[in-house]
């Protein structure tokens, strides 16, 4: 990353945006199924998967909103040209894709292939016309494929090959022209034809005859799927670029073979039989795209070295650029010696140094680590390496990682000479030549994008060459034209002819000064800049701040920012294509982090202001820090000044502030204990045009296993506010960030003929490379918002219980009002209950008798597990462990197992309440606590064990919402799954005894009605309590009602404690009793009774306000003794805690 911007920013989405073709959407809170004019409805399917179905209402695009959480999506009647990859992107639990009569024309390559899920397409009655082999690239899941009604002529005959799991193909009612890429394809059908049923497959050109009465398909070099070809074939190596080729048989395919093993990637390729690629390839949907842990791939293909780098889109190559400088050699530069000890560093440097790397995720072939050229200062070796790695690893983790590795070696590390400095650089730059047909021999150098190099073709003649992304090396200019050093004319012509004059000046403290000045005078023509004189200022300004004396110099600071203020005029084309062509915008915001992190607080704090930008950086300390404010009293539209932008370091803010950002007094106690944060460097922009040039250029993410990405439409709202501390991450606080944006902006709504700036949402810049950057609103929120006025904003982190049963990932998602909301009541409701759990516990381990029986016994231990995942919850979901990532794993896997115990204990209570009310005979179970034991901690000890034992403890950590829990695919598995079966149960439980309790209920006859009516009801509501039922709101959080059961949840199982303390304490009277007995010992002989209290016979003694169910044991008397003829005596002697008030 070579940038993270915290730029706080008010932002609005643009009514008049262009469109973008599809979307997918995270949140479930804000997609199509809650937007009534969608025209779409949201249902849940049988499988309980979303069911997501829309019609178009004359839409040129799909919706943008689509949910990700969605398994099927049917589209219909929309307009649409394209399938592109964004449309669908983020879709990862999609099995089904329905798109019908939306007059699709075409399929962009790989456009399908990341939907790993996906099992059904159904592109029937569109106006499709070509099928290729990267359509539905290695859709390893895909079973079928309807294409029927379209228009379908050209299919190439191995369109369908990597399909493996492929059962059905319609192509009914398409004009298939039988040529011979489709007897190729016939013959695919062939080998396929016990597995895949093709569904009216027919010849336009041959009267419509179906595809496999065609015997003539004219005159075809490979009439076969299987022809003669070359693959690269190598093993076991590190790199693709170690493949030799390889011929193959007819009847053989290329194949490559991808494992990740210790931490490095190892290849194998060569050729195959057609058995051997089907069998191997199934297993990737298993083996191949989980996300951590060992890797193994297998991909098949048919053409001429098909089989190279890019096949089966899971690697990538990272390329770094490493200079090593060490202690200078004795030898003459070049000399034999000095050679010998250049190639003995290039040897130590593949065989040993970069060999023994295993931090990284990549690897790294000696053939792909080369020397591109050696010299001063000092003795250096610039080395050239690529590195292998997966398409999920990032590459600044890879870049971090080799680093760290680089900079820890020892002094010499087999080196010819101790090691002295140690730099890494991607790959984003031009390669160094040799410089050809020129008197004076010497090497163009390495040259990062977007600046010039320079050598000397003669003794006098200097000529410069261009390094640029998009064409690498410009061609090497004439050695014609004089172009000396350093030059005093500065009359330009032109104002590229004047920069290019500037630009070929050597840059020194003696010459910064008069350079800066110059500098901010040719650009004040900024307007009529091209993207070639954006690019030369952004590199002067480079050049100016690689000296230090810059930082000290104050009037080469002000021409600095006055020459970045007058960027900021530029065409916003040009600014664009500056950034697309010269990273010029991504590097004109590292010159302006530079400045504000490098100059000079000696002489106090820096203030520089101009019409468009205004740097700042102040200086503080943990121990002197007040807060700081940084404020703009002007309109946001108008220019900045010293009088309008003000900075005040004691906390308040200014009166008549239009918008400011303010960094709390509590900010300083809240970094790591380990930083030492010595300034606070702030910067304003008047408009977000540089952000713009970003955005507008954002290219696919090398590190990103989708190649597209889809750039959020937003536009600023307000003037841009930036604050830092500098290598200071600033995140997760307690005490949220303030900031006040006025608005300027303000959009017409077509419908009501009114302004206003809609969708306020509060965000920041981030910049994560060349061409790369978007708004984010992670972690922040809006506090107040009045349309056409200001907007305020708080970033902040907030948590709450419901997202322990998060089933829908929608916690993340919901509203800041309700977060909060739900938060407090979860520390509230846990509070509350481990309260209840502990007054619970103490009365029962207080009174032998009380927990003398199984029932009591269970309940102790549900009181247990219960009041340890409250207690878990009220102490370890909080800021320490959240930003530590060990004790946050422990503190989710302690939350799961005690989570688990809870539930299995609900499975027991529920099994005990099963023999003791439902079965008659064979009710006694031997070591029946001991087996409870075993299922009630047991269980959920070898889960939590199994899920810290697969994927290296990864399965936990900090999730959305911020939460240390599982993971969303364990969750499933290792909660879920097993939280849904014992509520199954239970729930089948809770019928059958709920139907014993009404029909025992309708005999006993010595009840009034109302008092069978309320032992009925509380006899109902304690069985759902001890069977933890109340967790079904969690399944049902999902659409629109989320919040509600969200709330519901939260509120009946934080408090499942308190629960249990009234109906299992307060309202049970052999608790009562026992109470009675301690407080007031005077009250021996009532106190003797209640000591044998267990039986039916105190039935008649309970006082109806307690007697709670008093009334099911000797219903179920009744029942027993009529259809079994069974002692109730002797059933309520063995399952003694079912008569009086225990259920």
């Known amino acids: 990353m070579n940038h993270l911007v915290t730029l706080c920013v008010l932002w609005m989405t643009m ?79 999609l099995k089904e894709l329905h798109i019908m009569n939306c007059k699709i024309q075409m399929i962009s390559t790989f456009a399908l292939d990341h939907l790993r899920q996906l099992q059904t397409i159904n592109l029937q009655r569109n106006k499709l016309s070509f099928v290729g082999k990267n359509t539905f690239y290695h859709m390893v899941q895909l079973k079928k494929i309807d294409l029927s009604m379209n228009n379908i002529s050209y ?58 009465d065609v015997k003539d398909f004219g005159s075809c070099k490979y009439p076969s799927l299987f022809r003669n070809h070359t693959c690269y074939q190598c093993s076991g190596t590190l790199s693709h670029n170690d493949c030799e080729e390889q011929f193959c048989s007819a009847n053989e395919a290329c194949f490559s073979q991808i494992d990740f093993v210790n931490n490095k990637v190892f290849i194998n390729k060569g050729c195959t039989v057609d058995r051997d690629c089907a069998h191997r390839e199934k297993q990737n949907v298993n083996t191949c795209y989980n ?20 096949l089966g889109r899971r690697t990538k190559e990272v390329h770094f650029y490493i200079p090593i400088t060490m202690s200078e050699l004795s030898y003459p530069y070049q000399s ?38 050696a010299g001063p200062p000092e003795f250096t070796i610039y080395f050239k390496a690529i590195c292998t790695t997966f398409k999920e690893y990032k590459r600044t983790d890879i870049k971090y990682a080799l680093e760290k590795y680089l900079k820890n070696l020892s002094t010499n590390a087999g080196f010819r000479s101790p090691i002295l400095k140690v730099d890494i650089y991607y790959r984003d730059f031009c390669e160094a030549e040799d410089t050809t047909n020129y008197p004076r ?42 172009q000396p050093q350093t030059t005093t004319t500065l009359a330009p012509t032109t104002t590229t002819a004047s920069l290019e004059e500037l630009s070929t000046r050597t840059v020194d403290d003696n010459s910064a000064d008069e350079i800066a000045e110059q500098l901010y005078i040719q650009t004040e023509k900024a307007p009529e800049f091209t993207d070639i004189d954006i690019n030369m200022t952004v590199s002067l300004l480079e050049k100016l701040e690689n000296l230090q004396s810059t930082f000290s110099a104050d009037n080469r600071e002000k021409n600095i920012v006055g020459v970045m203020s007058h960027i900021m005029n530029v065409q916003e084309t040009e600014f664009s294509q500056a950034e697309k062509k010269f990273q010029s915008a991504s590097r004109l915001l590292g010159s302006i982090q530079k400045l504000s992190t490098s100059t000079s607080l000696t002489n106090g704090d820096f203030k520089q202001v101009e019409p468009n930008i205004g740097i700042m950086a102040a200086s503080t300390s943990k121990t002197n820090y007040n807060g700081i404010v940084l404020a703009s009293l002007a309109h946001p539209s108008s220019e900045l000044d ?149 907007t305020e904003c708080h970033c902040d982190h907030l948590t709450n219980f419901a997202l322990l049963m998060d089933v829908y990932s929608v916690g993340g998602d919901i509203s800041e009002a309700n977060k909060m909301a739900l938060t407090y009541l979860s520390y509230l409701g846990c509070g509350i209950s481990l309260i209840g759990l502990v007054l619970t516990l103490i009365t029962y381990f207080m009174f032998r ?67 003791a009310l439902i079965r008659v005979f064979n009710s006694h179970i031997s070591l029946f606590i001991l087996k409870s034991v075993a299922v009630g901690w047991g269980i959920p000890l070898i889960i939590v064990a199994i899920t810290l034992g697969v994927n290296t403890t990864n399965n936990y950590g900090n999730q959305k919402g911020g939460i240390c829990w599982l993971n969303p695919i364990p969750f499933y598995a290792a909660f879920l799954a097993p939280v849904a079966i014992i509520m199954i149960i239970n729930f089948i439980v809770f019928a059958m005894v709920l139907r014993q309790l009404l029909g025992a209920a309708t005999k006993n006859l010595n009840k009034t009605d109302s008092t069978k009516t309320s032992s009925r009801l509380r ?54 009793k026992a109470w009675k007995r301690a407080c007031c010992a005077g009250d021996k002989d009532k106190d003797t009774k209640t000591s044998k209290g267990y039986s039916s016979n105190e039935q008649e003694n309970m006082s109806k306000s307690t007697a709670s169910f008093s009334d099911i044991n000797t219903d179920i008397k009744h029942r027993e003794k009529s259809a079994n003829g069974v002692s109730s005596k002797s059933r309520a002697k063995d399952f003694p805690s079912y008569s009086g008030s225990s259920i």
């Open 1019 to 1072: 006899g109902a509501v304690t069985l759902v309590i001890m069977l933890g039922l109340t967790w079904v709101f969690a399944i049902l959080a999902i659409d629109g009602g989320a919040p509600v059961f969200q709330y519901l949840f939260t509120i009946f199982n934080s408090l499942q404690g308190l629960f249990i303390f009234v109906f299992h304490c307060l309202l049970k009277t052999d608790a009562q």
């Open 441 to 482: 021999q010497g090497v163009w150098p390495a040259t990062k994008y977007g600046e010039v190099a320079q050598v000397y073709c003669t003794d006098n003649i200097l000529v410069r060459r261009m390094c640029s992304e998009s064409e690498g090396w410009a061609p090497p200019p004439l050695c014609t034209v004089t």
């Open 642 to 790: 010293e009088t309008n932008l003000v900075l005040t370091k004691d906390g308040t803010i200014p009166a008549r502030s239009a918008s400011w950002i303010h960094l709390p007094r509590q900010l300083m106690s809240e970094l790591p204990s380990s930083s030492s944060p010595s300034r606070v460097t702030l910067a304003a922009f008047k408009n977000d045009k540089m952000f713009r040039a970003i955005r507008s250029t954002s290219k696919p993410d090398p590190d990103d296993d989708d190649d597209d990405e889809i750039i959020l439409r937003s536009e600023s709202n307000s003037v841009i506010l930036s604050a830092q501390i500098p290598n200071v991450k600033v995140d997760n606080l307690d005490t949220p960030i303030e900031m006040r944006f006025q608005q300027n902006i303000k959009v017409k709504n077509e419908i009501t003929d009114s302004s206003t700036a809609e969708n306020a949402t509060c965000g920041y810049f981030i910049e994560v490379g060349p061409n790369k950057g978007h708004w984010s609103s992670e972690g922040c929120k809006v506090k107040v918002h009045k349309p056409g006025e200001y």
């Open 155 to 212: 299919i190439e005959g191995d369109a369908f090959y990597s399909l493996h799991n492929l059962l059905e193909l319609n192509l009914s009612g398409n004009p298939l022209q039988c040529n011979c890429e489709m007897q190729r394809f016939k013959d695919w059908s062939y080998i396929r034809r016990q597995q895949v049923a093709l569904l009216d497959a027919r010849c336009a050109n041959k009267n419509n005859l179906s595809l496999f």
């Open 336 to 373: 034999q010696f000095y050679n010998d000890s250049v190639l003995g560093s290039l040897a130590n440097m593949q065989h040993h140094v970069l060999a023994n790397f295993y931090e990284g995720n990549c690897s790294f072939s000696a053939n792909d680590v080369t020397v591109q050229h």
């Open 15 to 93: 009514l008049w945006n262009p469109p973008v073709q599809g979307g997918i959407s995270s949140s479930l809170t804000n997609t199509v199924c809650q937007r009534r004019d969608s025209g779409c409805t949201c249902t849940t399917d049988i499988s309980g998967g979303l069911s997501v179905t829309c019609t178009s209402r004359g839409y040129l695009e799909f919706p943008l909103d689509l949910p990700s959480q969605a398994s099927t999506i049917t589209l219909s009647d929309y307009h649409i040209y394209n399938i592109t990859r964004s449309d669908f992107l983020g879709a990862t639990n």
């Open 849 to 915: 008798k009380l927990r003398s029986h199984n029932p009591a016994k269970i309940l102790i231990n549900l009181c247990i597990a219960i009041a340890a995942t409250d207690l878990i919850f009220l102490a370890g979901q909080q800021e320490y462990t959240l930003k530590n990532e060990i004790g946050c794993k422990i503190v989710a896997a302690s939350l799961h197992f005690f989570l688990l115990s809870a539930m299995c204990w609900m499975l027991v209570e529920a099994y005990y309440m099963y023999i």
């Open 291 to 310: 996300s951590a842990g060992s890797r193994n791939c297998y991909f098949c293909c048919l053409d001429n070295k098909c089989n190279g780098k890019s």
